[in-house]
């Protein structure tokens, strides 16, 4: 999916929908007809442009890559 692809959706959802809360969930397996899957909350997005991609970053993640990002800048 490109940012392009993602604006698109976005922006065809209706604005019922403007205060739900993102999240990355991936489902893991199927136990006794249930759907299981973990899930964690979208803190932030980190676009890198040399491998031109979007990242969703969960709160611990973005939180060490801002470590990494000023510890290099020192």
Partial sequence: MTIKDYKTFL???PEEFDNFEITHREYTDITDNELNAQEVNVYSVHIDESQQKACNMHQQSYELY????NN???
């Fill in 11 to 13: 922006n065809s959802l």
């Fill in 66 to 69: 801002q470590e990494f990002v």
């Fill in 72 to 74: 290099a800048t020192k």
